[in-house]
């Protein structure tokens, strides 16, 4: 206070009489000046912290409150605002729906609402045995905002448990993915999780291809969503998939396996694998028999391979068509040996060596093309290599440790090398299509869009070789059960020993038939395996030829006229030209 006062005292004597503070001034103390502008500073601090103070702890103190009540506040917005995100129809290449979205609601409850627990939980048994559970049970004793208590649930159940006016339980709408075939189509497809959100097959496709992406963005209505059409011909499923079924019960199989692929577009126009499951109960597919053995599993093809393998030779341009080679004796390699199935133990030619299925051939026809040309060929044709297409479930080949001599060899007929039926599918079609490597899809595919895709991996000379060859043994050789009157089909059996604990099973085989019709103008491959078919009573072997060969031709029979495939009966179809 001294030091204000001694400033008003100056101030007045400026204004007043003249004084000797006029001629002598006395400069202020340093000190006063510092305490008179630092006492306003700290003022306006402590008003500024206290502030700070006041707004922190009422936000805190919202915090605690909002901690203190979480579970209500963030459930209810999850029930009030919860809506599953809609999914466009999935369509046949027909137009026929595989998949749409359905009304569904889901039952729900918030237990501070319900002032009875006991009558609620008998009430909800009463309509869904399901949930007699004793977490159930405390769940609606407890102090929840809200708990979900099944989600999709029927309309008959909804209109039943509605009946009872049970107080704090409602019900959400929400859609329902539904599939009108069940089984049918069901590895293609692939399932939804309980949120509508694709977990497996074209579903997940279509999740990850743009429809996670308009989620992201907010849409979720299912007007402007296009339907996506598939390649898949509904009808051929059909009878691909009843065929194969009545294949494993007549045959007592494990396993099947069924493709049906367009060889100038690459299309699949069908698809199934044995044991399947209803997309419906998508509980079904975790079953581990339930593995999309077709895109999913990997094999050792057995003597299909050995068309893949007199391809190869011929194209190397180091083996001819009219070429023969010694198949008397075994071969012996890095101490194992190689020999006949009923072998003929003479010199065979080139088309011997393909319709009597000759181990020992097959093996000197690799070796005199090399075995870096294997390698090439292989890889050329995508054998070595993960397959593209739209199917999450692709899985990579097993290629051999070590590729030797004997791993060669052993390739060459189609063991020591693991790839999926697809891989098969479509290396046969680019054998007999005019050479063209056509990558495999499930949705609709023109011939003008494939051929911009297309690469040319072997030459047609080659290709129209392997269809004579693969004519030839449908008509004289294993394949002859697989003829069809009128659609001139060709192909090659393969019977494949099993491993179990390293070691080949005499007797259990994975058996395969790999065709294409009409082999004078191919139009479609047709794939078919079956997993450890048994001999039935009158039959010399369970090899390809007794069971899966048959098999194939029903099908051909039955999905030929429905392709738009028409028979020919000249008897002019079964010649084809081969230039070498």
Known sequence: MPAVFLLFSRRRGVSGQKSSFLKTPVPPRRSAIATTVREPARSRVYIAMLAFFLVFGAIGGRLVALGLHQEEDGSSYVAANKKIMARPDILDRNGEILATDIKSWSLYAEPRKIPDPDEVFEGLISVLPELNKPLIEKRLRSDAGFIWLKREISSVQKEQIHSLGLPGVDFMDETQRFYPGGNTVSHVLGTVNVDGRGISGIEKYIDEAWLNDLRDLGFSSKEGLEPVKLSIDLRAQYAVRDELKRAMEHYKA???????????????????????????????????????????????????????????????????????????????????????????????????????????????MMLAAGIEQQKSFLKHLGLTERLGGELPERAMPLLPPRW?????????????????????????????????????????????????????????????????????????????????????????????????????????????????????????????????????????????????????????????????????????????????
């Open 254 to 364: 494990q396993a099947a396996v069924g493709i049906v692929l367009k060889v100038d577009t690459g299309e699949v126009v069908a698809m199934t694998s044995l044991p399947d499951f209803d997309p419906n109960d998508r509980s079904e597919a975790l079953k581990p028999d339930r593995l999309n053995r077709a895109t999913a599993g990997v094999f050792e093809m057995g003597s299909v391979f050995k068309g893949i393998t007199v391809a190869m030779a011929l194209d190397s341009g180091k083996v001819s068509i009219d070429d023969s080679f010694d198949a008397r004796n075994p071969i012996r390699a890095s101490g194992k040996t190689i020999s006949d199935f009923h072998g003929k133990r003479r010199i065979l030619s080139v088309p011997e060596i393909f319709i009597y299925s000759s181990n020992i051939g097959t093996a000197k």
């Open 404 to 580: 030797n001599e004997l791993a060669a060899m052993t390739i060459s007929f189609g063991h020591g090398l693991s790839v999926t039926p697809l891989h098969t599918a479509v290396a046969a079609a680019t054998l007999v299509n005019g050479g063209k490597l056509i990558e495999p899809t499930f949705l609709p595919r023109s011939k003008e869009e494939a051929d911009k895709i297309a690469k040319q991996v072997i030459s047609k000379e080659t290709s129209d070789a392997v269809r004579y060859l693969n004519r030839l043994n449908v008509l004289e050789g294993s394949g002859r059960r697989a003829a069809v009157p009128g659609y001139d089909v060709g192909g090659k059996t393969g019977t494949a020993q099993k491993i179990k604990n390293g070691q080949y099973l005499e007797g259990v085989y994975l058996n395969s038939f790999l065709a294409s019709f009409p082999m004078y103008d191919p139009q479609y491959v047709v794939l078919l395996m079956l997993d450890e078919p048994q001999k039935l009573e009158g039959q010399y072997y369970a090899t390809a030829g007794w069971n899966v060969v048959p098999t194939t031709a029903a099908v051909i029979r039955r999905i030929a006229p429905m392709l738009g495939v028409k028979p020919n009966f000249t008897g002019d179809d079964e010649t084809i030209p081969v230039r070498y």
